[in-house]
């Protein structure tokens, strides 16, 4: 009689894995993003392109959907500030639809021009005006400001046409935007999973005829992050 509930015990145990934290989870985007247009709160989800494995066994598949919010974001400022976002990972649901919780944050993220990922928190971060427009766009000003005012006033009107287009130049680069953080879909991101989660093991479903000549699923290991 008190031997059967340990056994229950031990079966239930061997139905549940460890999803260690450094864990990467690599997915691509199935939603477009941009500080332009989202707000905190907004979803977003992921595919996840390579399988999470426990014991030798793919317990979260390639396919499995990552969904997620945005955390934070920031349109990109005129004088100063570039744009900036956060977006945390909140669960798995694989192709059998179960369902695991996590947190997972954002490492890094592929395709995005200028922008970059730093910070422990992920944070993605724009790019600011660039400098070397902005000289070329001082230059230019100055160019075209002296011109005019040598048609009108000769040479010293040069001088003072060239004064006024650097001003108009610089103020209009002053005051030029930042560039906005923007996440097609598609964008191939590497989350991290940020503490251990316990998740209910996933029976595999049986393979269709046709999965023998399908390429190689890439996988990784829950019990030793980094792997694949």
Known sequence: ML????????QEEENFFKISAGTPLEVRLMTTLSTRTNKEGDPFSAKLVESIIHKGEDVIPAGSIIEGRVTFAKEAGRIKGKAEMRLVADSITTPQDVKYVIAASLEDARGM???KVKG?????EGGGTSAKGGAI???VGAGAGAAIGGLTLGGTGALYGAGIGLVAAGMHHLFKRGQD???PIGTEMTFVISRDSIAQK?????????ADSAPPVLRRDADKPGSQ
């Open 113 to 115: 021009g200028g922008a």
């Open 120 to 124: 422990k928190e992920g944070t993605i």
């Open 137 to 139: 766009e001082t230059g």
């Open 181 to 183: 953080v923007t996440l």
């Open 3 to 10: 031997a059967l509930p340990g056994a229950v015990l031990a």
């Open 202 to 210: 996933v029976e595999k479903a049986e393979k269709p005829a046709e």
